[in-house]
């Protein structure tokens, strides 16, 4: 029996419609590899919380944290108001959070800067017992159990830092944890600035 005349475009249209997936994995492949290539740290996303107010705290004290045999403040509002303030994101369960804590209690022992914590989605005993074990950095640590709050600021995962200036204004994010080349080459500048007016 012999073949109609659109028996033939049938197939070639077959045919492509083969290769398709193998044209969608080659544009997606090009598309990894110039943004592999393109020199931009992933681990940068921009926020649109820079130069923004910084949202409201109103947080209730992380029960049984102590200082200088003091209980720690709860973390609102007022508790950064005029000061230069970085807001740190944390909890007990997070590795990132212990690997960076060392240069957090660093910070605190230069001074020029109030440290706050949210404490994010924590568990209180376990949050107290890993500020025992690594030292309390902070001035006031605020319990965001709901992640409510985490939300309003933009987070995007544990830990995340935000240097806010004097006037409420966040001038500096960083998400994830600092290193010590970040906290060397970006946070203490961003500081040093922020104090002198720059």
Known sequence: MPQSDDAAPAR????WVAFLPLLIFAALSGVFLLQLLSG????????ALIGANAPALDLPALDGLMRDGQPVPALQDETIDGALTLVNVWASWCVPCRQEHPLLMD?????????????????NGNAVRFLGELGNPYDAVGVDQSGRTAIDWGVY?????YLVDADGTIIYKKVGPFSEESYVNEL???IEAARSGA
């Open 157 to 161: 995962g544990v830990p995340e830092s």
């Open 40 to 47: 931009r740290d992933a681990s940068e996303i921009p926020s």
């Open 188 to 190: 203490l500048p961003e």
């Open 107 to 123: 910070l605190a022992e230069r001074g020029g800067v109030k440290i706050v914590g949210i404490n994010y989605k924590d568990r």
């Open 12 to 15: 070639g249209r077959g045919r």
